[in-house]
Nanobody, 114 residues
Framework: QVQLVESGGGLVQAGGSLRLSCAASGRAFSTYDMGWYRQPPGKEREFVAT???????YYEDSVKGRFTISRDNAKNTLYLQMNSLKPEDTAIYYC????????WGQGTQVIVSS
């Protein structure tokens, strides 16, 4: 099983940027399609973006053009560059396999102030 540790969250003003990282254990990381997910306060966890093992990407409509998902297989790390942040992006952000989920990590909190 892949174990995942997210980091990089924080408090940022609207319009600002953050870069999230997800460190994965295990040698099979490069063979998995991976995704970012988020859980806004009081809401269900939702899909944000995915990247295939061969670097094809897909984004949820509300983040298209603002967020960029990438991966470094040599470092077993997944990234999410978030630009032009909005208050509605406030959430706990998680990484996981896509679409077949594995165990969740602890997530990283992102708070966007208006």
């Amino acid at each position: 099983q892949v174990q995942l540790v997210e980091s990089g969250g924080g408090l940022v003003q609207a319009g600002g940027s953050l870069r999230l990282s997800c460190a994965a254990s295990g040698r099979a990381f490069s063979t998995y399609d991976m995704g970012w997910y988020r859980q806004p306060p009081g809401k269900e966890r939702e899909f944000v973006a995915t990247i295939s093992w061969y670097n094809s990407t897909y984004y949820e409509d509300s983040v298209k053009g603002r967020f960029t998902i990438s991966r470094d297989n040599a470092k077993n790390t997944l990234y999410l560059q978030m630009n032009s942040l909005k208050p509605e992006d406030t959430a706990i952000y998680y990484c996981n396999k896509y679409p077949n989920l594995g165990p969740w990590g602890q997530g990283t909190q992102v708070i966007v102030s208006s």
